[in-house]
Nanobody
Framework: QVRVDESGGGLVQAGGSRRLSCAAS????????MGWYRQAPGKEREFVAS???????NYADPVKGRFTISRDGAKNTVYLQMNNLKPDDTAVYYC????????????WGQGTQVTVSR
């Protein structure tokens, strides 16, 4: 059974930092891209950041310059370093994984809550 486990969520004050981690089990297969999405209360899930197997990254405009995505291919792990957090960043953050045999993200984590207080 494939596992996608996130960690690192919690409560942080505005202006603070938080690092999220996501690890996929070895049996997930060859990973093409890994990413992060988030869903705030009453809103739809939205893209945050992604990174490909070659290290190419992409960020949503609201987080550019504040968030950094990275990955450790040997460990099937992706990280999201979040700096200068704002209350609008409050959301459940989901890890997403796309394997080479899929054209879209086909594995998702259970989500981790990040709450930014004023």
């Amino acid at each position: 059974q494939v596992r996608v486990d996130e960690s690192g969520g919690g409560l942080v004050q505005a202006g603070g930092s938080r690092r999220l981690s996501c690890a996929a089990s070895r049996n997930i297969g060859a990973i093409n891209a890994m990413g992060w999405y988030r869903q705030a209360p009453g809103k739809e899930r939205e893209f945050v950041a992604s990174i490909t197997s070659t290290g190419s990254t992409n960020y949503a405009d609201p987080v550019k310059g504040r968030f950094t995505i990275s990955r450790d291919g040997a460990k099937n792990t992706v990280y999201l370093q979040m700096n200068n957090l704002k209350p609008d960043d409050t959301a459940v953050y989901y890890c997403a994984i796309r394997t080479w045999d899929s054209y879209r993200y086909n594995y998702w984590g259970q989500g981790t809550q990040v709450t930014v207080s004023r």
